[in-house]
């Protein structure tokens, strides 16, 4: 057994204690952000003075040669360890003896694992912040490409008023445009450096925050020490926003998912996103939809996991928190799967422009501008409102459209229609002059996607 501490203990730890107290099989994954805090610390502390730069240089080259080492697969991180500092700090002292026993000066595990998860979790929120550009990336070439693709538009999963594919992807782009912004938010927040906070107090050594915070890209210390190493609200920000991510994700992939079935038939998935059945030859299912709609579940539990685990504790540190990380590590892999995945499948999947168009035109999504036409001609609304309901009901009877409906059979329901009642309720007409900003009209959404593309211009969150 491997550990940092033990000189006030007469007995070894029992093994299933030790076992269910280490965390070097999922903090392993720090070992990059362990190092790289370690670094900044031991330069930090060369510069203070507290360490010669001949200890620094030893240091820094050892670890170094562990991270290149680790890296190349030459070294392993093996259980033996009770973490990855443990991991670290030992293999350090093998090479280069006394030298490496003093990397540690000035610092808590509890301030070092604080700084390695915050190092960890701004990564992944750049990391996350660039594979939701490429999704609306991917949104903003379909909106350039289906201007003029006609489909329903739906209100409780019926056919409501006609809209455009552009438009309809449009909601989408703002969904997801709104999760770049929170990822933005939690980096600026979160990007305030912990290191120097000690066990909960601080430390009696003359270190200087500031520095080491600059040398690690943040915008400085953070300024209490208790709430530096107790403090996980960035990492339930960045859950609750990877649970709305999947919660935008699954929404549309339910949409696709209706969209691929027999009845409606307006997307065909790319064979390379789609899976068959066993027994069934003819199935061709949308496996990618289906399994982004179920693992959205499994970021939620991560929300609730760490806000379950951090209701009740007391300040500073408490043990309960290492449960923070695999819950972590989970929904962002998770997150980042199926981001990928599901920009995959959407970039290569085909829309069925006259099925769309034709299932607008079958459910009645243009009556609100037929009744918006006899308001034109001066019926007041609540008229034509009851005037146009009869309409519907005749075409049902008549298992027909609305423009179907020859002039005479109209006029037996109002005199004020005429012949270009016709004109008015194609769905070009539906569409094009509905001219407010965020309505579907080409010529707004042609200004909406020249906004989305200088938004798309811009660098990344965390500028």
Same mark, same amino acid.
């Given at each position: ?15 299933l ?15 990059? *952000?362990d ?19 001949? *200890? ?35 293999k ?11 990397m ?16 960890y ?24 490409e ?39 938010d ?43 190493v ?34 409606y038939?307006?997307?065909e ?8 059945s ?18 959205t ?55 069925r ?16 501008d ?31 459209s609305?423009?179907e ?48 593309e ?10």
């Amino acid at each position: 057994m491997a550990q940092l501490w033990g000189g006030r203990f007469t007995k070894q730890t029992d093994d299933l204690v030790y076992h269910f107290n280490a965390s070097i099989s999922f903090d392993r994954r720090f070992l990059e *952000e362990d190092i790289e805090g370690s670094i900044a610390h031991v330069v930090m502390l060369a510069k203070q003075g507290i360490l010669t730069n001949e *200890e620094k240089d030893q240091i820094v080259k050892g670890l170094g040669d562990i991270r290149k080492e680790v890296r190349d697969g030459q070294l392993a991180v093996t259980d033996e360890y009770e973490d990855v500092h443990s991991f670290v700090e030992a293999k350090l002292i093998e090479r280069i003896g006394d030298a490496g026993k003093k990397m540690h000066t000035g610092r808590s595990r509890n301030d070092q694992v604080a700084l390695d998860l915050r190092l960890y979790v701004r990564k992944e929120i750049l990391n996350v912040d660039g594979l939701l550009k490429e999704l609306l990336n991917v949104l903003l070439r379909i909106q350039k490409e289906h201007l003029t693709t006609y489909m329903p538009g739906f209100t409780h999963l019926q056919k409501a008023q006609p809209v455009t594919l552009a438009h309809h992807m449009g909601a989408y782009f703002e969904m997801f445009k709104r999760d770049r912004g929170r990822m933005h938010d939690i980096f600026m927040r979160m990007n305030y450096c912990p290191l120097g906070a000690g066990a909960l107090a601080g430390t009696t050594y003359p270190l200087d925050r500031s520095y080491t915070a600059s040398m690690l890209g943040f915008e400085g210390p953070t300024l209490n020490s208790m709430d530096s190493v107790s403090d996980r609200d960035y990492v339930i920000e960045f859950l609750s926003a990877a649970a709305t991510i999947m919660m935008h994700l699954s929404r549309f992939s339910e949409e696709i998912i209706i969209w691929n079935s027999n009845e409606y038939r307006f997307i065909e998935l790319d064979d390379a996103y789609s899976t068959g059945s066993s027994i069934m030859p003819q199935k061709k299912n949308p496996d990618i939809a289906e399994l982004v709609r179920g693992k959205t579940g499994r970021v939620y539990g991560a929300l609730v996991s760490i806000l379950t685990t951090m209701k009740g504790l007391p300040l500073a540190y408490n043990k309960d928190m290492q449960e923070d990380k695999e819950l972590t590590f989970d929904a962002i892999d998770t997150v980042k799967d199926c981001l990928t995945l599901f920009t995959g499948m959407l970039s290569t999947a085909g829309f069925r422009k006259e099925v769309m168009a034709k299932s607008a035109m079958g459910g009645f999504t243009n009556a609100t501008d037929a009744a918006d036409y006899l308001v034109g001609k001066g019926v007041p609304f609540r008229d034509a409102h009851g005037i146009i309901g009869k309409l519907v009901l005749t075409c049902i009877e008549k298992q027909c459209s609305i423009e179907e409906l020859t002039l005479p059979e109209l006029k037996e329901l109002s005199p004020v229609f005429e012949e270009d009642i016709y004109d008015a309720v194609s769905l070009k007409t539906c569409v094009e002059k509905r001219l407010t900003l965020g309505a579907p009209g080409i010529e707004v959404m042609k200004q909406v996607i020249a906004d989305n593309e200088a938004y798309l211009a811009k660098d990344g969150c965390e500028t």
